[in-house]
């Protein structure tokens, strides 16, 4: 639920980032958890604007878009499922990280170590240079061969435009796949072991961005904070899952909310 109009700016937006630099400042550990939001200031469309295809009601092969990009149609159908991610890559095609994505690398820096929880399998994240990371849902750009379990990264999908669905490996010719968590799939056990092992660490600070916080994953590390008076952030225009419980609501979007942060912070170019 987003709407723009409630936005804040200007002197309101300082007002209310003031106490979440305070916070951030002293922070020696920070959790930042993101969703689609935050990669729309990048040009990417959310869950349900990626170009069009959720919104069309089924796909051409008579099925809804959630039930061809499930796990279950991957294995027997893998090239209507490759049809699809090639097409919601394309609507992506050239997007690159924003103001949020690189003021959430720079803090991690010094005496503050700053981790990201990511549901975006976008890679931008990374791509601006966050190094304590866990994208719980994988990274569109890893493939690995369903047969040998090849891995490789691949910078540009462009290659597989025209190619006969679903991609080849290279090596042994099994069908590769993205390493991402289709629908009805579990999530991977060695990143939830990850999250469960920083969350028994603790933070100082734990900041919800771009997020509905629909998940339990998402909104636990959130809910935990909150009951144990921690300082608890939520950066998103529209109301959430957890937008009644934080200490800190910056209702903006997060390219201009941490364009504002990092002034107030004095970080590399703000």
């Known amino acids: 639920m987003t709407d723009r109009h409630a936005e804040l700016s200007g002197a309101a937006l300082d007002a209310a980032l003031e106490p979440v630099a305070e916070a951030l400042a002293t922070a020696r550990r920070v959790l930042v958890v993101t969703g689609a939001g935050i990669s729309a200031d990048s040009g990417m469309p959310t869950y349900r604007g990626v170009g069009g295809i959720y919104d069309r009601g089924v796909t051409d092969e008579g099925m809804p878009i959630e039930v061809a990009l499930s796990g279950a149609v991957f294995e027997r159908r893998p090239a209507v499922s490759w049809k699809y991610i090639l097409e919601i890559e394309r609507a992506c095609r050239g997007a690159v990280p924003n103001r949020a994505h690189e003021v959430i ?7 503050r170590e700053t981790w990201v929880l990511t549901q975006n399998v976008d890679g931008l994240h990374r791509r ?6 866990i994208d719980i849902h994988g990274d569109v750009r890893s493939l690995v061969c369903t047969r040998c379990r090849a891995a490789e990264v691949v910078e540009d999908y462009r290659r597989f435009d025209g190619v006969a669905l679903p991609p080849r490996c290279r090596r042994c010719d099994g069908v590769l796949r993205p390493a991402v968590v289709l629908f009805g799939e ?11 092992a920083l969350r028994s660490r ?20 959130v809910l935990e904070a909150q009951r144990l008076g921690l300082p608890t952030v939520e950066v998103n ?17 997060a390219a201009r909310a941490f364009g504002a942060l990092a002034r107030l912070l004095s970080l ?3």
């Open 105 to 111: 690398a720079a803090l991690d820096a010094g005496e």
């Open 128 to 133: 601006a240079g966050s190094r304590r990371l």
């Open 186 to 196: 579990l999530l991977p056990e060695d990143k939830l072991a990850e999250l469960r």
């Open 202 to 221: 603790g933070f100082d600070v734990v900041l919800s961005v771009g997020t509905t916080s629909a998940f339990p994953y998402v909104a636990g590390p």
């Open 237 to 253: 225009p529209g109301d959430t899952a957890v937008s009644a419980i934080v200490h800190h609501r910056v209702r903006a979007g």
């Open 268 to 270: 590399p170019g703000g």
